[in-house]
């Protein structure tokens, strides 16, 4: 190992300066950026898989869930093998540490979305001072420190990995990240075996959390050489020339942490490939990939500075990228990694922060897909790291050059700092609700199919059906055959109640998928839902049952499989799904009514619990703005299964009146025949239906 370097001064800023005061300033920007994230809503962008729809999720933080993070990935994959369904509790993605961060906030916050979103703010703050803390023990320099620490707290790049449920990942990779450039620090200035395994186990847990952390064996290599000096002869005053055997055993010494990165990459590798989430490289050929790819550097590098037109997705251009574009951004980074190895001996800072940018840039860059998306925000959250360490040094070294510079590069700084922190603030209200995120998007990009398809599934949901029309119709012009756009639009005509050519369209979605993806199940899911409306019960069910093996924790299919399996006569497993639906959602009231009848009229005994169902109907009844005849109409029955025959009589005249009242005279009518077997001292007792197949 090399000796220990001496601590570097810095020649712009030796002063220790009130440093807590400074920590304090940095969190103050961090709440004062991000604090609207607590009026947000969950996203209907992956926050359903690993959050909402995440079925192990909902039984919390206990020993078993917190194994099967490590393990389930495992599991997922060897089902796929063999053609079974399994969903994994990270997906298609090795990410144990932040699975159980995600399992740890369900038993603080349950599935208010607040509290992921706090957890997440939480995190980027921890991750600004830990680098702000390693940054000035490194250099001993504490004001640029406290501006790369700045421009990391607030910059607009960095709201999605904060703003966002799903971009966990990155932020509680990040904090072991920040950690290990600490631990590093302490182990270069007295290097030991067990200041070294703090580094490593600091790599180890970033891994656990995201593969991101990869590249960090390398960041540290180019912090060996500025600014801790640890690859220059020993004492000398700069970094430039450096001495070979100091070199090589610096490159040594990251070996083990590598052998970590290469572990954890060929399991994310693995899982990604056998899970299906790996991209088909023939949908991307590897020229227009490596275009892409060269552009996104330089499309980066601008949204450093001037960080306009940010957006959740960025698809990649319809008919291709412009040469002249493509040749341009090559220039330009061949252009400035000239100039930075050009001064790597005299302000070895440029050099060091642009070969990080580069360097931790690269698995994301795009020459491996991993998604459709040609670039993304979030991406830059640990590369953005090296281009304010070369700006704030550059412009440290630039201001000693002349007197008085320093009060000007003051108050540069706070200006930039200000104007960065007040467009951040914009860019987090971006972030409050599905329809708030996809209109941003569609506003600042062009034909952005996912864009459209997931505005479209919020408008939807919303009961804006015009408008959710024109979104799909949109993103399917723009891809015609991918599946999601046409179950989509297989959604609308269903909510239009156009049930045949909905019908028809899930089919057609189905045929392109017809595995037990994670696409094709959704697919299944909605299909056997849309069967239900049209009598086919059998067919539903076995659709709903294919969707369950994947999305587990989708309270609206535990209810629609709790609906079939009571017209199919099978109510004890009708009993279990719908139980099942209100654990997931308990606020779902037609789950609630099914299970509340199928538990006051089954003909089979063991599924009939009329207290329950009495219990149940009275919340609905006390949480409802006004009796509703279907809800009365149960807790009559119910009654009469408990064989409380006046109460029964004296609610089931109420709904009768109140059905009347509305002019639903078919309900009437149906509620009339039962209140007549109630006088007769006699319950309801429900027949199964006739399967419309």
């Known amino acids: 190992m090399p000796p220990a370097a001496p601590s570097p001064g810095s020649r712009h800023d030796r002063a220790t300066g009130p440093r807590w005061l400074v920590a304090l300033a940095l969190l103050g920007l961090v709440v004062a950026v991000f604090h609207p994230v607590r009026e947000h809503d969950f996203t209907g962008y992956d926050d359903n898989y690993h959050v909402t729809d995440n079925l192990h999720l909902r039984s919390g933080l206990t020993l078993e869930n917190a194994a099967r993070a490590f393990t389930d990935s495992y599991f997922a994959i060897r089902a796929h093998a063999q053609g079974r369904p399994h969903r994994a509790l990270g997906g298609w993605r090795w990410i144990p540490l932040t699975t159980i961060s995600f399992q740890l906030d369900y038993e603080l916050y349950g599935l208010e979305p607040a509290g992921f979103l706090l957890t997440n703010v939480v995190l980027h703050a921890l991750s600004t001072l830990l680098l702000f803390a390693a940054l000035t023990r490194m250099t001993r320099a504490m004001w640029p420190s406290a501006f790369v620490a700045a421009v990391f707290a607030i910059h607009p790049l960095h709201v999605e990995p904060v703003a966002w449920v799903a971009a966990r990942p990155d932020a509680l990779a990040s904090v072991f990240w920040m950690l290990g450039m600490l631990a590093w620090a302490r182990y270069a200035e007295r290097p030991s075996l067990g200041a070294y395994g703090g580094v490593a186990l600091c790599v180890a847990l970033g891994l656990l959390a995201k593969p991101v952390v990869v590249t960090l064996p390398f960041a540290l290599l180019l912090l060996d050489y500025w600014p801790l000096r640890r690859l220059a002869p020993a004492g000398a005053a700069a970094p430039w020339p450096l001495d070979r055997a100091r070199f090589v055993r610096a490159v040594l010494e990251k070996l083990p942490l590598l052998a970590l990165a290469v572990a954890a990459s060929a399991v994310t590798f693995v899982v990604a490939v056998e899970g299906g989430g790996m991209f088909d490289t023939n949908l991307l050929p590897f020229d227009a990939r ?51 190895l050009r001064w790597v001996r005299t302000r070895p800072y440029l050099a060091v922060g642009w070969l990080w940018y580069l360097g931790t840039l690269a698995p994301m860059i795009g020459l491996v897909e991993f998604g459709y998306q040609a670039r993304a925000d979030r991406y830059m959250y640990l590369p953005l790291v090296g281009l304010a360490i070369a700006a704030a040094w550059g412009a440290a070294d630039l201001a000693s050059l002349r007197r008085g510079a320093r009060q000007i590069l003051a108050v540069a700084g706070a200006a930039a700092v200000a104007g960065l922190a007040i467009n951040a603030w914009q860019q987090v209200k971006t972030w409050r609700d599905t329809v708030t995120l996809f209109e941003r998007a569609v506003e600042v990009t062009e034909d952005n199919f996912l864009a459209h398809k997931n505005l479209a599934d919020g408008l939807l949901q919303l009961g804006r059906v015009d408008e959710a029309e024109f979104h799909y119709r949109e993103a399917l012009r723009i891809q015609p055959g991918w599946p999601d756009a046409r179950l989509g639009w297989a959604d609308l005509l269903a909510a239009q109640g156009r049930l045949g050519e909905a019908l028809e369209h899930y089919e057609e979605a189905l045929q392109r998928n017809p595995n037990e993806t994670r696409t094709g199940t959704r697919v299944a899911g909605h299909y056997g839902l849309t069967l239900l409306r049209v009598g086919r019960f059998a067919e539903a069910r076995h659709q709903i049952e294919r969707a369950l093996a994947v999305h587990g924790g989708v309270a609206e299919l535990h209810a629609g499989m709790a609906f079939a399996s009571s017209q199919l006569g099978d109510f004890v497993r009708a009993v279990r799904h719908g139980r099942e639906a209100l654990r997931f959602d308990p606020a779902l009231d037609s ?78 009518e149906r509620i009339r025949v039962r209140l007549a077997r109630y006088r007769e001292g006699e319950p309801w007792i429900e027949r199964p239906a006739r399967d419309g197949g």
Do not use: C
């Open 290 to 340: 490596l275009a892409n790819a060269t552009v996104s550097y330089g499309v980066y590098l601008a949204q450093s500075v001037w960080p306009s037109g940010l957006a959740v997705f960025y698809p990649h251009p319809v008919n291709g990228l412009p040469a002249w574009q493509v040749a341009g951004s090559a220039a330009l980074l061949v252009l400035l990694s000239g100039l930075a």
């Open 591 to 668: 789950a609630a009514n099914n299970l509340a009848w199928i538990l006051a009229t089954s003909p089979d005994p063991s599924a009939r619990d009329p207290e329950e169902s009495i219990l149940i109907m009275g919340r609905l009844l006390r949480e409802a703005e006004r009796p509703e005849p279907t809800y009365l109409d149960t807790l009559a029955a119910a009654y009469a299964a408990a064989g409380r025959f006046p109460d029964a009589i004296d609610t089931a005249a109420r709904a009768e009146k109140l059905a009347r009242e509305e002019q639903s005279w078919a309900k009437a």
